[in-house]
């Protein structure tokens, strides 16, 4: 009979913890007023990784073309600041690494030339996700957008501007510099995991 009654108990004792641990739970989002929200495009393939940058915003007007448009800006700036900041991070590395000439001329011109070059590039992003909502409460549109730009696409810009270039390819190893930006798109993917 007491071998019943313990197998009874355990049951028991289980429900009373689940059910203490949610009331918590409950208690917690009835203190805070907090709610969870889901963010379009935050799953993984919408993040950078080592073969493409991509990035996700969101726009909202009451006029949905504004809106859009919006969106399709966030997500371009992220974009561009993105790419800025892995060229300019390759760049130092590149720099640090090679005995050049005038290592601050150097990087000066390749810092131009990169602005350049993401110009460029944000004419050829690809939109690889569009999601529209509207708010009754106040009439208005909020759009997200997410947006991708190749990585070698990216790299064969700058080899392209670099070749031209005929200072900057003095001192450019393209094999060196490819390296480099293979390890930072690495890492980029890495941190986005």
Do not use: H
Request: aromatic share 8%; with cysteine; glycine share 4%.
């Amino acid at each position: 009979m007491k071998t019943t009654t313990k197998l009874l108990l355990i049951p028991a004792i289980a429900v009373l913890t689940l059910a203490g641990c949610k009331s918590k739970k409950v208690t917690l989002t009835k203190q805070t007023g907090l709610i969870e929200v889901s963010t379009p495009f935050d799953s993984k393939e919408y993040r950078s990784d080592e073969t493409s940058f991509r990035s996700k915003q969101s726009g909202k007007s009451p006029d949905q073309a504004t809106a859009k448009k919006i969106a399709y800006q966030n997500a371009r700036a992220e974009m561009a600041a993105n790419i800025n900041a892995t060229v300019k991070r390759v760049t130092d590395q590149y720099t640090n690494q090679r005995t050049i000439g005038n290592a601050q001329e150097f990087e000066n011109k390749f810092e131009e030339l990169s602005r350049e070059v993401v110009n460029l590039e944000m004419s050829n992003v690809k939109e690889i996700g569009l999601k529209t909502f509207t708010d009754p409460a106040d009439k208005s549109w909020l759009i997200w957008v997410a947006l991708e730009a190749d990585k070698k696409s990216v790299f064969d810009k700058i080899d392209a501007k670099i070749s031209s270039d005929a200072k900057l390819k003095l001192d450019y190893d393209k094999q060196k510099f490819q390296s480099i930006f293979d390890a930072e798109m690495k890492k980029l993917g890495d941190e986005q995991k």
